[in-house]
């Protein structure tokens, strides 16, 4: 096996509509899109047995106070990317479980040969909910941190998917259906991130301050078919905007919140809607990322979704331990609060 930067879009793109890990976050537009924002040096590796190519593996290098760092996806308030890591051959899920774990290891070993002839120092790679097998990671040296992800079947019936929300859930539904609310595609990000800044200030300085609304603009014009942006009204006025972005029969609900009119439970009509309309459009999963923080957790379970772990892997050599350890000494001593050295969320 070898490894080999891929500089050919079709030859990358044509591989992930073939993964069965091949997410909208692995497209080669989408990667070039975030490298442009981001400013991380984009490396597109392909791992290969003679001319075969077996896996991907996109990574972004920062450099930050003299170390070099490999990150897929780069950090999630920078891109709002949740994950990336590898996409294997549309062989490897036909595999026993034994030669799926032999395949992912030497597939690893080469990636970090490749890195380590970069001089390395920190590895951090966001695993595709579908990959699950870390244990080729840990086998060599890498720290795994186990996140969540909610995953809604779309396959059933609809009413057995109403009829798994909670009880508080369907009733807010049911509410919301007095009001004359609607919801229409835009692609005015402007307002969508001036909303979100708006609404998420006490949060602190988030993905929708850092970042330039052209990232998503360009998104948008990319992916027509994929992402997209939605205002929700309650007849003229904005209560709540949304990006969703489809893919491969997998829908996430991606960025942005539903939560402006504080009298009128709305959030729960809003999803609903686009579980029907992605149900509609013969999407088979609807994911909703981000479970670790408990509000957000309490509306998220209220759709009775499966919880699904997804792993994040990392790798520290010697120097970045070295320098992390004097970091959080200082940082202790002088009540620094700490800085994310890495790619954690």
């Not at 490298?35 to 003679?50: A, C, H, N, S």
């Not at 988030?206 to 929700?232: S, V």
Request: positive net charge; charged residues 25%.
């Amino acid at each position: 096996m070898k490894i080999e930067l891929i500089g050919d879009k079709s030859t990358w793109d044509a591989f992930i509509e073939r993964s069965p890990h091949g997410t909208i976050f692995h497209r080669w537009d989408f990667l070039k899109i975030v490298e442009k924002y981001v400013r991380y040096k984009l490396y597109p590796f392909g791992i290969f047995d003679g001319n075969e190519l077996l896996s991907v593996i996109p990574f972004y290098l920062s450099l930050r106070g003299g170390l070099k760092m490999m990150l897929s996806p780069p950090a999630i308030n920078m891109a709002n990317v949740p994950y990336l890591g590898f996409s294997m051959c549309p062989e490897f899920e036909r595999l026993k479980l034994s030669e799926r774990a032999d395949l992912m290891g030497r597939a690893l070993r080469e990636v970090d040969t490749g890195l380590r002839r970069m001089a390395t120092n920190y590895i951090c790679i966001g695993m595709n909910p579908g990959l699950k097998d870390v244990r080729p990671f840990v086998w060599d040296a890498y720290e795994t941190d186990q996140q969540y992800t909610y995953i809604l079947d779309l396959t059933r019936p609809l009413k057995e998917i109403w009829d798994g929300f909670d009880r508080d859930c369907k009733k807010n539904i049911n509410e919301c259906m007095k009001f004359p609310l609607t919801f229409n595609e835009s692609e005015d990000v402007g307002r969508f991130c001036e909303i979100l800044k708006k609404n998420l200030t006490r949060d602190g300085p988030t993905f929708y301050h850092r970042q330039d609304p052209a990232y998503l603009k360009e998104l948008l014009a990319a992916f027509p078919d994929n992402i997209k942006l939605y205002f929700f009204y309650n007849g003229d006025e904005v209560v709540g905007v949304k990006m969703n972005a489809g893919h491969k029969k997998h829908y996430i609900s991606w960025i942005g919140n539903v939560a402006m009119q504080k009298d009128l439970n709305v959030n729960e009509f809003f999803y609903w809607e686009m579980i029907k309309k992605a149900k509609s459009e013969g999407y088979r999963t609807f994911e909703n990322y981000g479970t670790i923080d408990k509000r957000l957790n309490n509306f998220k379970s209220k759709f009775n979704p499966t919880l699904e772990p997804c792993f994040y892997v990392v790798k520290k050599d010697g120097l970045y331990r070295t320098v992390e350890l004097s970091y959080n000494a200082v940082s202790r001593v002088a009540n620094v609060p700490k800085a994310i050295m890495g790619n954690k969320r």
